[in-house]
């Protein structure tokens, strides 16, 4: 994945998804969320932007990215959704989530939303007193929005 699809920021990693990007590209993510979350003994938090123009990734991009969050293994300390768009296809691809997150039994919490911002808020308590603060979360929402350029993943 190009550095412009995957967003390091301090001990939480953001992915903007469109469901395109091939499963070679899995493990690049792999490697620099792992190298992130040895660097953080609190964990890591993750986020995923999913944009209105996204589409299902393949079964294949699947099993890579539950590979990507088994090698996260203790480290993830919660993992959020944020679904772009509204109306039905919002709608939609929300329900889809609340699906697997049903069947998945994570370890760690999850959540769903449409709001970068109500996103970033969920992720605040889970990571201990002190490591986040309101101003530290601002300084994330503009670093993500400015990273993100408004785009979402490139496709070869």
Same mark, same amino acid.
Request: with cysteine; aromatic share 8%; glycine share 10%.
């Given at each position: 994945m190009s550095n412009g699809n995957v967003i390091l920021w301090r001990n939480i990693f953001v992915v903007v998804d469109n469901g395109k990007v091939p499963v070679s590209e899995? &493990? &690049?993510? +792999? +490697?620099?969320?792992?190298?992130?979350? &040895?660097?953080? +003994?609190?964990?890591?938090?993750?986020?995923?932007?999913?944009?209105? &123009?996204?589409?299902?990734?393949?079964?294949?991009?699947?099993?890579?990215?539950?590979?990507a969050l088994l090698g996260l293994a203790g480290a993830l300390r919660c993992f959020c959704w944020v679904v772009e768009g509204a109306g039905f296809q919002a709608a939609m691809v929300r329900g889809v989530l609340n699906g697997i997150r049903m069947f998945s039994h994570q370890s760690y919490p999850t959540f769903i939303t449409g709001s970068l911002d109500e996103a970033l808020a969920w992720m605040l308590p889970h990571f201990g007193e002190g490591l986040l603060g309101v101003t530290e979360l601002t300084q994330a929402r503009l670093q993500i929005k400015r990273e993100r350029g408004g785009i979402a993943l490139r496709t070869p």
């Amino acid at each position: 994945m190009s550095n412009g699809n995957v967003i390091l920021w301090r001990n939480i990693f953001v992915v903007v998804d469109n469901g395109k990007v091939p499963v070679s590209e899995y &493990s &690049s993510l +792999k +490697k620099r969320v792992v190298d992130q979350a &040895s660097r953080f +003994k609190e964990g890591v938090g993750g986020l995923v932007i999913i944009p209105q &123009s996204a589409t299902p990734p393949p079964q294949d991009v699947r099993d890579a990215i539950n590979d990507a969050l088994l090698g996260l293994a203790g480290a993830l300390r919660c993992f959020c959704w944020v679904v772009e768009g509204a109306g039905f296809q919002a709608a939609m691809v929300r329900g889809v989530l609340n699906g697997i997150r049903m069947f998945s039994h994570q370890s760690y919490p999850t959540f769903i939303t449409g709001s970068l911002d109500e996103a970033l808020a969920w992720m605040l308590p889970h990571f201990g007193e002190g490591l986040l603060g309101v101003t530290e979360l601002t300084q994330a929402r503009l670093q993500i929005k400015r990273e993100r350029g408004g785009i979402a993943l490139r496709t070869p």
